[in-house]
């Protein structure tokens, strides 16, 4: 039991010596103290550089075997056709609202597909497997497009690069 703590460090983990993370549950809190030390996107851009409008941004933390994704969504009219497109070196994920399983929570705060009411926000946690992804420095896009009540589409995207174990 006292091993852990030092193979840890000599990984390379020196806080998680003291403070090993704890296990990310993909159900849309993000509650988890993992997601407070998580390399960030910070707001989404549009097209001319300036804040996109909805508000999104994402999260990524590497435990274990797996890379998890938060995604954060501001949005008055949550859809089903509402998504987020995640790209990571050459692989390519979709994450909307009504997406559930295993390794892929939602939280949603309104109601899919009903434009009687004003909702508010959705935020997927998803756990992606280190397996089927590059190693080292990889660049990192995140997308979203909101269509809005009007019928007008806003887009934003960021960007990041992850090391990748």
Known sequence: MRLAPLLLVLAG?????LHPPAAIVCDGELDEPAWRRAERTGPF?????????PYSDARFVVAGDALYV???AADEDIRS?????V??????LRFGPTDRGPDVGVDLDGTVDDPRDDDEEWVVEARIPLAG???GA???RVARCDRLRDGRERCGSARVVLRLP
């Open 138 to 140: 990889v660049p990192v």
């Open 87 to 92: 790209e990571i070196g050459d692989r390519r």
């Open 70 to 72: 938060a995604l954060y």
């Open 13 to 17: 983990c020196r806080s998680c010596a």
């Open 133 to 135: 992804l590059p190693r």
């Open 45 to 53: 851009l549009d097209d001319a550089g300036a804040r996109a409008a």
């Open 81 to 85: 056709s509402d998504a987020f497109t």
